[in-house]
């Protein structure tokens, strides 16, 4: 069985940074990406950023590729997201998946 878990998010300001770990137990095929997402209130549930598992490549939602950094500690089964210069509008429940396997999220707020 999969599991994800998310940490890291917080209460900031516009302007500041936080970092979002996601840990990934189980077995997970390398050919999946695993990805960060995020919901805010009343929205949908929205793609940020991603990083292929074997070769690393990143790729990111065109709003956040600026500010945003994925990176990945293959050893520990762990993801980063780095966020950056981080705006009212960032404030959204973070998740992470990979394969169809969500984390439980974490809250990420940002106050102008």
């Known amino acids: 069985q999969v599991q994800v878990v998310e940490s890291g998010g917080g209460l900031v300001q516009a302007g500041e940074s936080l970092s979002l770990s996601c840990t990934v137990s189980?077995?997970?095929?390398?050919?999946?990406?695993r990805g960060w997402f995020r919901q805010a209130p009343g929205k949908e549930r929205e793609f940020v950023a991603g990083?292929?598992?074997?070769?690393?490549?990143?790729f990111y939602e065109n709003s956040v590729k600026d500010r945003f950094t994925v990176s990945r500690d293959k050893a520990k089964n762990t993801i980063y997201l780095q966020m950056n210069s981080l705006k009212p509008e960032d404030t959204a429940v973070y998740y992470c998946s990979v394969d169809n396997s969500w984390g439980q999220g974490t809250q990420v707020t940002v106050s102008s």
């Open positions: 189980g077995h997970v095929s390398s050919v999946y990406a």
């Open positions: 990083i292929g598992w074997d070769d690393g490549n990143p």
